[in-house]
């Protein structure tokens, strides 16, 4: 007869007991565990609860493994699978590190060398303006060095003329003189010719003192465009050596240019190369990576074996629990069957 008032800690308290003896958690044991007591119509929803509740020792018990072993496996598994994912997260990180990093001395690499492409464009500009400046500047020289010229040619002739209109002016005295010579002779002949030739002599006496006269003022005019001349040729002297001095520095500004030029050259040159060994780091980084990756892929193998010797192990299990059931039956028939021999004898 079945006890009434059969409690779900009894029930607990059987499977247990049934756990702890590595036997099949079922109806039949269970009830025998609690002393044979119980219908099974009732202990067998408490058991469907307590199964639901406790399936690893279920599973556990059903395999015909102790518990300790199959939490022991599955610890280990568990274990590798994180340190598994550890080790790939620490590589993943490091390798997302590395590559921004890279991406970054790249990056400012590159603002660099613009920078500097940009500096050398702009000096070869600057240059290039400077030798207009100087082609201008010589070519202002040239025009000025020909204007001078022409001023020193024009200067010349005016000394030329200068020098004819004294030999005239010597000539017209020497005339003067003689002409005076001619009326003092003629004054101690006759009065009446001395008169005539007075009154000739003074005409062309008056007519010559007017050509004198303006031959004179002729070459005061002379003398003062000269002087202007003259001083023309003073300014455009001083500036002549006022283009000479602008030249000679921009000579100077042109040869500190082009030393710059070379200098951003050498360092555009120094950034290639920084950016060629950078480039190779990031070689020498995915070259990591791939080990890595390698490393990954031989964790994730060895995972899969484990995962592989475990379900074996389970498959083993459920073998071997399988045959222990048929030995079970075997031996209940076998002692049924003694049973009847003994019954009939």
């Known amino acids: 007869m079945a006890r009434a008032g059969i409690l779900y800690s009894d029930v607990v308290r059987a499977a247990s007991l049934l756990v702890e003896q590595g036997k099949s958690i079922t109806v039949d044991n269970v009830r025998e565990a609690m002393g044979g007591t119980g219908s099974k119509s009732t202990i067998a929803p408490m058991l469907k609860h307590w199964k639901l509740e ?20 599955k610890a280990v598994y568990d274990h590798l699978q994180a340190e598994a994912g550890q080790q790939i997260e620490l590589a993943q990180q ?13 990056q400012l690499l590159l603002d660099e060398k613009t920078a500097l492409a940009r ?24 025009v000025m060095s020909v204007s001078l010229a022409t001023l020193e040619s024009d200067r010349s002739g005016l000394q030329l003329r200068l ?37 000739a002599y003074e005409h062309r006496t008056a ?28 300014h455009l002297n001083a500036e002549n050596d006022r ?15 082009r030393s710059e030029r070379d200098v951003l050259a050498h360092e555009l040159k120094v950034m290639s190369s920084t950016c060629k060994i950078a480039t190779e ?21 060895e995972t899969y074996l484990l995962s592989e010797q475990l379900t074996k192990s389970e498959l083993l299990s459920e073998r071997l629990n399988q045959e222990k059931i ?10 049924a069957t003694g049973k009847g021999i003994g019954t009939s004898q």
Do not use: W
């Open 54 to 73: 406790h399936q690893e020792q279920v599973e556990a018990s059903t395999a015909g493994l102790p518990a300790t072993l199959i939490q022991a496996v």
């Open 94 to 106: 490091r390798h997302r590190d590395e590559l921004q990093a890279m991406h970054k001395q790249g």
């Open 119 to 142: 500096r050398s464009d702009a000096l070869a500009a600057e240059v290039k303006n400077a030798d207009q400046a100087i082609a201008k500047f010589q070519s202002e020289k040239q």
């Open 163 to 199: 020098a004819d209109r004294s030999a005239e002016v010597a000539a017209l005295n020497q005339q003067l003189t003689l002409a005076r010579a001619q009326f003092d002779h003629y004054q101690e002949a006759t009065a009446a010719q001395r008169t005539e030739e007075k009154q």
């Open 207 to 234: 007519r010559l003192e007017l050509d004198l006269a303006a031959s004179h003022q002729r070459l005061l005019g002379q003398q003062s465009t000269l002087a202007v001349q003259e001083t023309q040729i003073s």
């Open 243 to 257: 283009l000479q001095e602008l030249n000679s520095t921009i000579n100077d500004e042109v040869v500190l240019l």
């Open 281 to 301: 780091r990031e070689a020498s980084s995915q070259h990591t990576l791939a080990a890595n990756e390698q490393l990954l892929a031989v964790r994730t193998r």
């Open 326 to 335: 048929e030995l079970l039956q075997r031996c209940a028939t076998l002692e």
